[in-house]
């Protein structure tokens, strides 16, 4: 059995914070990833070629096509189109159970789904970190923004973050550089929105993509396909800059192909004393030992792993004492909103891809009378932009021959859209459990039950209602809201968000949490948690960079307890 000093699993964004992290501190360090090898540049095969040298001119491939015969459910997101979906797993590499429509979005990789990730990173506040005691749902958390806040600058130093200063308490500013510029018709929106709603803010995405040059990687040049790999290093990603510095230390080993089955758990210790992985070409199992384990798997596998991991003092998954293992499962709603179409501006257009949209805070339940609703409790944020029309409109318009060709040269009228991101409560009903069928290497499937209650169905409402409000109120025309949730049915199921999170929470109180304020196991002292599965209530804004944070400062508090001797 060979023998590290911590092992980290998963090399997707909080493993590859973990592993930065760890051998910067002095471990040896082994990271295990269940996908093949993917090397920065030389591995982004599709970078820069044009639509038209792929045989379905990069169509988007949706379910049931033949292209994606091997990705049934990978397919059910926008985000699966021709050029990208060898960075997507293939679902009978890790099928599941679902009791109800879930999608779980899964990368297979070395970097993982940092790879494909929209990089959109937003703080948490108080607002968010109180919510659960504030409310009643779910536990309180352990910890409050001021244990975070200096983990948020020292990983928003690192990754480089794009975006405008607000002065806002519930979406605290971070460590920026220049934002990027909004267009013509999202600047016309902006102005029209907040001369109407004085106390609602439109402001361009903050972004993990560079506007100014970070340890040798290169300011966003806007050449648009983000999701295909970018060589430049200008966008966050595990291969370009936590993965790198790990290497240079020197401390650094990554086995890829490589399963988890089980942690080895050793009673007498009381410790996890090591990883056992199947090798997913010749299948032969084999262990590692390593004094300290950190979980950076995904949500929904790092919690897989801890089901499959049972011993007699943990029947029912390790580290499980208090039973909420599994439980709790969350992810943002989305899928609704609505769009508008902007009169005038024809003489303004904009240059190159920007990979970035605006957003709209958060400005429901905030904590006052003005903005308290009585339908619902939380709240949700709006993703979106402006655009001209291209033109593929032709297909839909009047017209033929060389005067629809001559219409077409020009861009056609600007449209804007805002789309709602929605906080979900934590609800024990929500969870995953193991399912008797197993995968093709021995290991349990999961099978997931997850539904939207009626909190979020009421939310929902209003987060249409809300976005045609702003738009007509903004000076767009013809706008239309849309709700894509169909209940049973795809289209704004659980899981499309791909921001899961929950099911081995951190809590104050072992009886009701899995891990504690460092999100170390309350049961099991050397094994940390530190993606989305930690996460004890969702907020609405995106996740990453509160996972990024949370593993930096979970691997100083790990490395200093190594070091005292207490693991």
């Known amino acids: 059995m060979t023998t590290y000093d911590a092992i980290v699993i998963g090399s997707g964004i909080t493993g590859g914070w973990a592993a930065k992290e760890l051998t910067e501190k002095g471990l040896e360090t082994l990271v295990i990833e269940r996908g093949r090898n993917v090397e920065h540049r030389k591995d982004y095969i599709t970078e820069h070629k044009p639509n038209w040298q792929f045989p379905l001119r990069n169509a988007r491939l949706g379910v049931g096509t033949q292209s994606a015969r091997e990705y049934p459910i990978q397919a059910r997101t926008g985000q699966f189109h021709e050029s990208v979906k060898h960075f997507f797993i293939k679902d009978h590499r890790n099928p599941y159970v679902e009791d109800k429509p879930f999608t779980w979005i899964q990368g297979d990789q070395v970097g993982g789904k940092s790879l494909i990730w929209g990089r959109q990173v937003y703080r948490w506040s108080n607002l968010d970190f109180e919510a659960n005691l504030r409310d009643g749902h779910g536990v309180d958390w352990p910890i409050r923004y001021a244990d975070l806040a200096p983990w948020y600058s020292y990983v928003e130093r690192f990754i480089g973050v794009s975006g405008e200063h607000l002065g806002l308490a519930h979406l605290p500013d971070g460590e920026f550089q220049p934002p990027m510029e909004m267009n013509a018709g999202e600047k016309f929106v902006k102005a029209g929105l907040e001369r109407a709603f004085p106390g609602r803010r439109l402001t361009i995405g903050r972004v993990a993509i560079l506007t100014q040059a970070v340890n040798g990687r290169l300011p966003c040049h806007y050449c648009g396909p983000c999701e295909r790999g970018c060589s430049t290093g200008s966008y966050f990603s595990s291969q370009s800059s936590t993965l790198p510095a790990a290497r240079a230390t020197g401390r650094l080993t990554i086995v890829p192909d490589s399963v988890v089955h089980s942690l080895i758990y050793d009673a007498a210790k009381n410790r996890v004393t090591g990883v056992r992985v199947v090798d997913t070409t010749t299948k032969q199992t084999r262990d590692y030992s390593a004094r300290l384990i950190f979980l950076c798997a995904s949500t929904l596998a790092t919690t897989r792993v801890l089901l499959t991991s049972k011993s007699p003092r943990f029947p029912d998954g390790l580290a499980n004492s208090s039973g909420a293992l599994g439980r709790y499962l969350m992810d943002h709603h989305f899928v609704v909103g609505a769009n508008g179409a902007i009169e005038g501006l024809l003489d303004r257009y904009y240059q190159g891809n920007r990979p970035n949209g605006i957003y709209i805070p958060r400005f429901r339940n905030l904590g006052d009378d003005a903005s308290r609703r009585g339908d619902y409790v939380r709240g949700f944020g709006y993703q979106g932009g402006a655009s001209r029309q291209g033109w593929t409109r032709g297909g839909s318009e009047a017209g033929f021959g060389v005067e629809l060709k001559r219409k077409l040269h020009d861009p056609g009228r600007w449209t804007m859209g805002l789309t709602g991101f929605g906080e979900c409560l934590p609800r024990a009903d929500n969870q995953v459990q193991l399912a008797d069928q ?28 809300s976005a045609a409000e702003m738009l007509e109120a903004a000076g767009c025309q013809e706008v239309q809201t849309r709700d894509a949730y169909k209940e049973g049915e795809l289209g ?42 930690c996460m004890a209530s969702s907020s609405c804004v995106n996740p990453s960079i509160t996972y990024m944070a949370l593993t930096a400062r979970a691997c100083d508090y790990a490395v200093g307890e190594l070091k005292r001797g207490n693991l």
Do not use: Y
Not at 502 to 522: F, Y
């Open 438 to 465: 197993t995968d093709e290497f021995g290991i349990p499937l999961l099978r997931i039950h997850c539904t939207w209650g009626e909190n979020e169905l009421a939310m929902r409402k209003d987060m249409a209602a």
């Open 492 to 533: 704004a199921e659980p899981g499309l968000g791909i921001h899961e999170m929950g099911t081995a929470r951190m809590g104050r109180d072992p009886r009701t949490s899995v891990l504690n304020a460092h999100n170390q196991a309350h049961d099991v002292p050397n094994l940390f948690v530190t993606d989305g599965a």
